[in-house]
Structure formats: structure tokens, C-alpha cells
């Protein structure tokens, strides 16, 4: 201020800083707080482009240029070619530089490299030294030490800074906010106040975020659709053993229907057995005791008890199991059985162990089709042309075991994340003995399938570990800042 109550205007900002012996950032701070004052200065903003040494200019700036310090260390009698590339840094620029300036000799013969000169001048470091005291260089040698990543360009910004009709030595802090005891006093009128600036973006006001497994969830239903799915209802987390697994002409004895495995309620513990329909209750309670149209059952004496047991559902092959009841019940009522594809997309619980790719509460898509005489190789042309769609293209399937399909398979995935093949799936035909029960025709078959959301949202969004997607530990900055999910749809 004193300067420019003498001068009027300092012209550059950066001649100011040299004069009074501070660096150009401090006087830009000033400036800028200056300019925040109120009407104080009149402030211009210029740019210059500035050649400034890199990590390694600097480098050479001290201890000279590499092929200077190639030279340096080679004795008069000469060294091994071999045992100076293991010991030089960055020998190979080093050595194409002083061969180009005839510094070197070799003989190929016996592998000693020598000098060829008794004396050099190191140009490299002349021309740092000049360019760091502001001096000027032919535009080819600035070029050729750009391409040596020496030197680098950038923008130097300074200011011309007058003085303003409201110029003042004495600097008041303005005050940003009109307040009610202001008003009350009356003490606005005598009040400075800083000029709103209506141009500023404000604060982002908080919002909500979708998460990337809803993101993903939405991908694939839309996939459903276009593949003529229609979406079962999934609004029961709590079943019945009888839908969840007597249906599914799963045994009572099955190691999943144990509580290691399986989530059992404590209140209510069962379900209204009246609620399930008797002639379907008795059909599948036969066939899980004496078996039927060629099949000898599971052999064993079928409870009712053990059917309604309450559960937390651990596959939504449940619901799929009530619509092809009600698909055998539409059937035997109009006489004409029609073709149907059903998905749906939610969540289901197992007592897992917790670990990279596993939880106890997570989410499975469901798909299935029923159509007269489908068969396993239909299942693998549906697997493919669904997975085609989310551009998942490196698929394996290999043989499994379920009680209520035969054939079956696991569904694999490559995983980029986890460098690794990873089960992302289940399928299968749903065994006759659990179709036939339903009253469905002989020669209808169920093709099905079983995948989780988790895991082909962690391909997507690169995560090799399931807690960094869900859970208590998740970063909420990444729900806040996850891209917005487009599968590679083909």
C-alpha cells in the first residue's frame, strides 16, 4: 500500500517481489487478500510462459550432466563396458549422448571403454545455469532438453496493481453478514459489507446416492425385460421350510436345512399348515416318502412339523417354486398350458462365514423358463446370451449337485480384480420330482438359474473384497462417488 500511495501502480508484480527481497507467492497473497478488502486497488492478471528444471535439470544443474558424469568416472586406462552398466544410473542415455559428442571410445575387442578426449565442457549444465537465472535459449536446444525431460514449461501468472478511486493506507475488515442485532442498532448504516458475488457455485446441497448394487440391479432387470422376463413377486423375506425347501424336493435331512446353515426363526417358529394347499402338501409328501413316476423318493417318513418351520428364505427359488404352482393351477383350470419366463432380483440370507467373496445377507438374480422338452444345452444358449449382454464373455460351467435339478451346473466367472475364476452362479432342469407334484404336464421342462448381484457388481466396479460393497466398514465416498453403471451390452 505504502509503495502504491508513492507510485500509484506497480507494474509487475514479480519486479516487486525481487525489489523487497520476498517471494512472488507471498505478494499474490497479499494481493488477493487486498482485492478482498473492498474497493482498495484496481488489479490486472498477465501470463507469461516460464521454462523452469525439472527433479532432473536440477540434478544436473549440481552435478553436471550425465554424459559429463559418465566421462568423469571413467579412468585414463579405461573400464569394463559390463561393470560400468551395472554401476552407472541411466547408462544407456548417458553413453548415446557422450558417443554423439566423441567423448568415448570403444574397443569391442576387449570391451574397455576409454576416453577419447583428455578434457570436456559441459554445455548441458552452462545452459541449465543461464535458463535458471532467467536467460534465454535457442528454441532447438530448449526442445532438445524438453525431450531429456530437463527442463518443463509452465504458466507463470503476476499482477499490474493501481490504486482505486476508494484507495486508503488504512485496510478495514468488511463484514460479510447482515445480522438481526444490526438491524436492531441501527449499526448497518455505518457497516462496510463485503460485495456478494452472485457467480459463486454455493455448497452442494446433500442428497441422496444410489448405491452400486442398485446401479447394477437396475442393469440387469432392464436385460430381463428385453429378454421377455416378466418379475416374479419377492416381498417375503420369511417362509416356510415347505416352500423353501420340501417344494424343491430338497430332503428333511439336507445339511443346508441344519441352523449352521440356514437362519430359523424364534417367534413365530412355524407357519399355518392350513395356508399350504392340501393336495399339493400330500403329492409332494409322497414323493419325498415313496417316490413316483419312476422315482423311488428319499425313503423316509416325510414331518409336517419339519415342513413349517419359519425361515429367513436362503434362495428365491422359493418364489419361483410358488409360480409354477400357480402356473400348474392356470393350467389345470383353462386347459392349455403356456409357456412362461419369470425373473426376479432381491435379497436372501445364509449363516455363511464372512470372508472376501461371501455374506451372510446378499442379494440373488433368478431366472427361469418353462417350455415343453427344454433341455441342458437351452440353458447354456440362455446363460450365454445373458451374461453377452452384461459383457461377461469368459464363462465356465461345471458339473454339480442339487436335490431339485438334474443336470446341474456352477456358473464361473473371470474375476480381473482377484486374477482368479469365481463361482458367480447355480443352474440346473428342475428334476421331474419336483414338477410333477405341481400337476405341471409330463413333458414340460424347467430350465433355471440362480446368480449373484454381489459379485458381478465387484468385476464391474474392480473390488476384490464383497465388505468393501456392503456392510459397516464400506466407504460412503465411494457410494457418494461410484459412476453411474452402463454394462457392455451386446
Known sequence: LNTLNEQSVIEDSRVFAKNNNVSHQEVVGSIKSLMSAGDLIIVEEFSDEKWSLTEDGSQSLQRGSLEARLFNVIPPEGVALAELKQSFEAFSVAYGKAQSKKWLQLDKASGILKRSVDSITDDVQKDLEKLNLGESLPQKTLDDYKKRKLISKAIEKYYKVSKSAGFTLETKKLATDLTA?????????????????????????????????????????????????????????????????????????????????????????????????????????????????????????????????????????????????????????????????????????????LDATHLAEFHQIEGLVADYNLTLGHLIGMLYAFFKKLGIEKLRFKPAYNPYTEPSMEVFSFHPGLKKWIEIGNSGVFRPEMLIPMGLPEDVSVIAWGLSLERPTMIKYKLDNIRDLCGHKVDLRMVYDNPICRLEKH
Open 181 to 353: 442485532e444490526m438491524i436492531a442498532n441501527g449499526s448497518w448504516k455505518n457497516e462496510a459489507f463485503k460485495k456478494y458475488n452472485f457467480n459463486a457455485l454455493g455448497i452442494m446441497p446433500e442428497s441422496g446416492h444410489l448405491h452400486p448394487l442398485m446401479k447394477v440391479r437396475s442393469e440387469f432387470r432392464q436385460i430381463f425385460l428385453e429378454m421377455g422376463f416378466s418379475e416374479m413377486p419377492t416381498n417375503n423375506f420369511v417362509e416356510s421350510s415347505f416352500w423353501n425347501f420340501d417344494a424343491l424336493f430338497q430332503p428333511q435331512q439336507h445339511p443346508a436345512r441344519d441352523a449352521h446353515d440356514t437362519f430359523f426363526l424364534s417367534n413365530p417358529t412355524s407357519c399355518d399348515i392350513s395356508r399350504i394347499p392340501s393336495d399339493y402338501l400330500q403329492s409332494v409328501k409322497k414323493m419325498h416318502s415313496e417316490g413316483g413316476s419312476g422315482s423311488i423318493g428319499y425313503q423316509y417318513d416325510w414331518s409336517e412339523k419339519e415342513a413349517c418351520k419359519n425361515l429367513l428364505r436362503t434362495h428365491t427359488t422359493a418364489v419361483s417354486a410358488r409360480m409354477l404352482y400357480k402356473l400348474s393351477q392356470d393350467t389345470k383350470n383353462t386347459g392349455k398350458f403356456t409357456p412362461v419366463k419369470y425373473f426376479s432380483i432381491d435379497r436372501v440370507f445364509r449363516n455363511e462365514t
